[in-house]
């Protein structure tokens, strides 16, 4: 987990404020993710990048904005917060050599009231 | 829809039992089957990885198995212990690396 690094840990905000949640690693992979976590539910992709000039949408990119900064930051927007965005959030890394892999942070617990 | 599902949804067991979770899946092209452990509080943490011709893979105490004619995986932890306690992920991968994850096993191991 160290080697990816997420900040903060926990995030309490309001409805309607603009939140970012910061990701960093420092595996010099390519790849790297955002992904949410809901009780009862699997992990859930919302934005990827497989390089600094490349992002993809995920499943459930509605309501999130990312932006690659460089190879070893990437993070996540969001842009005017709701309650049902109240999740634990996760960021990835990976190298396709090690067949698909990931390596995740230590997760930021975001409550929107 | 790919899918992948997980039992029992959640597990209690008495520390130095065995137990086996499940994972059945309907993902196609498959590439390989990951199960990571997540500790409360913590980023998931791959075990072990079996690709379509490995039927069995051990990690210490923990061993899974592949059928993939029928798509189901276990994961038998022998021994528990208090340090097994955690959510165990089954996470499957279709040829591109798109990874799909089912909802997990909490386990809980009591003294």
Partial sequence: ?113 | KNQVEQSPQSLIILEGKNCTLQCNYTVSPFSNLRWYKQDTGRGPVSLTIMTFSENTKSNGRYTATLDADTKQSSLHITASQLSDSASYICVVSEFGNKLVFGAGTILRVKS
Wanted: aromatic share 10%.
């Fill in chain 1, 1 to 113: 987990d160290a080697d990816v690094t997420q900040t903060p840990r926990n995030r309490i905000t309001k409805t309607g404020k603009r939140i970012m949640l910061e990701c960093s690693q420092t595996k010099g992979h390519d790849r790297m993710y955002w992904y949410r976590q809901d009780p009862g539910l699997g992990l859930r992709l919302i934005y990827y990048s497989f390089d600094v000039k490349d992002i993809n949408k995920g499943e459930i990119s509605d309501g999130y904005s990312v932006s690659r900064q460089a190879q070893a930051k990437f993070s996540l927007s969001l842009e005017s917060a709701i309650p049902n965005q109240t999740a634990l959030y996760f960021c990835a890394t990976s190298d396709p050599g090690r067949g698909g892999e990931q390596f995740f942070g230590p997760g930021t617990r975001l409550t929107v009231l």
